[in-house]
């Protein structure tokens, strides 16, 4: 029951996961500095693929070009050329940049800002390299140098904030909270912050795990009842689920037998069978699931 509750909260959290990265950049907004000059698109590969892409498809499609002979002319899916075909220049532009990989850089671009506007521009890149490779950096000096020139010409790029995955956040949540570390909590609470969804899910989650680990299967219906009334929807599917076997999953939650011994042998002896399937013989296989382990 655990992991069917914990596939519905990583659910919640995907479904939500543009939320804490909405709240980080709100919050990152008020605290960019004045010196820094507004950034440009900086001249990646990708920037001018997508930039002679979008120039090509539309030049095709403005001679009345059908868009299978685009495709065909230009060596693309026609669902590429209907999305650049419906969508903005912008918005192509600026979803190549998020296609972008990170660098061994990215942890430190922060303080490489922060450095930068501290000093007003007059700082030396093999400084920062000193400072930054203090703090557990392991890249080249040049990258750091590439960085410093990018901020004084006013082309690169925002920081983005380190937002944890939905598997990951669905990992803090599930686990009791004494096996956080002070660092896995507090980035809870700032995901529980920016999400009231996964803020719900969170409470009941742990309010049904409390109730798995003390058996206290009398509180199964109400908190079926919670979870139906105002939950995300991926965790009122699982209350669904629950409220289907209602007797079995009340009893499970209270007494101390469950069908947990048996289910074990029968997966022991389904991996001694796939282990010797074609290899051995019957009286072998009869042998190996009689002894005991």
Known sequence: MLQNLSAAVEKTCHQHRNCPRKHAEEETVTEVPELLPPAELPRTQIIERTRHRYEDIHRLLEKRWTISATARRLNLDRKTVRRFRDTDLDELLASACERRPNGVVEPFKAYLNARFTEAQGQVSGT???LEIQARGYRGSRQVVRKHLAALRAGTTEPVRADIPSPRKITSWIMRSRETLTESQDKRLLEVRLACPDITRACDLARAFADLVRHRRGYLLLEWIRQA??????????????????????????????????????????????????????????????????
Do not use: C, H
């Not at 599917?237 to 079995?248: M, P, S, V």
């Not at 011994?261 to 010797?276: C, P, Q």
């Not at 074609?278 to 002894?291: D, N, P, V, Y």
């Open 127 to 129: 400084r920062l390299f």
């Open 228 to 293: 139906e009334q105002d939950a995300p929807k991926p965790i009122q599917g699982f209350a669904g689920f629950l409220r289907q076997d209602l007797d079995a999953v009340t009893a499970g939650l209270t007494l101390p037998w469950s069908s947990g011994g048996v289910e074990g042998n029968v997966n022991r002896v389904k991996t001694l069978k796939r282990a010797m399937y074609g290899r051995a013989s019957f009286e072998l296989l009869r042998a190996r699931i009689l002894t005991q382990p």
